[in-house]
């Protein structure tokens, strides 16, 4: 079992940054894939990214690719997600899963956050 809890979410403007942080509870966070994913309003939620358990694997939605970075720290069991040039099109729920594989769809993972709040105004 593994709980997840975001953070990190706020308004902000058009091209500035946020960090999205993401804890896990429990001692087998170092064995799970992570990813985030997103959900705007009257929406289905879609994949953002995912990283493997070691941190040495990534994979990024081609319509965040090059703004969005994903890290994880398995010392502190969290997972990080960094946003930089923030567009209105990025407001969203962020959503940090836990899963057995860096795959791309919701039902590959197995357990979820509650989700952190980003509004971006232009």
């Known amino acids: 079992q593994v709980q997840l809890v975001e953070s990190g979410g706020g308004l902000v403007q058009a091209g500035d940054s946020l960090r999205l942080s993401c804890a896990a509870s429990?001692?087998?966070?170092?064995?799970?894939?992570m990813g985030w994913f997103r959900q705007a309003p009257g929406k289905e939620r879609e994949f953002v990214a995912t990283?493997?358990?070691?941190?040495?694997?990534?994979n990024y939605a081609d319509s965040v690719k090059g703004r969005f970075t994903i890290s994880r720290d398995n010392a502190r069991n969290t997972v990080y997600l960094q946003i930089d040039s923030l567009k209105p099109e990025d407001t969203a729920v962020y959503y940090c899963?836990?899963?057995?594989?860096?795959?791309?769809?919701?039902?590959?993972?197995?357990?979820w956050g509650q989700g952190t709040q980003v509004a971006v105004s232009s």
């Open positions: 899963a836990a899963g057995n594989t860096v795959l791309t769809t919701t039902r590959d993972y197995d357990y």
């Open positions: 429990g001692r087998t966070f170092s064995r799970y894939a």
């Open positions: 990283i493997n358990a070691s941190g040495r694997y990534t």
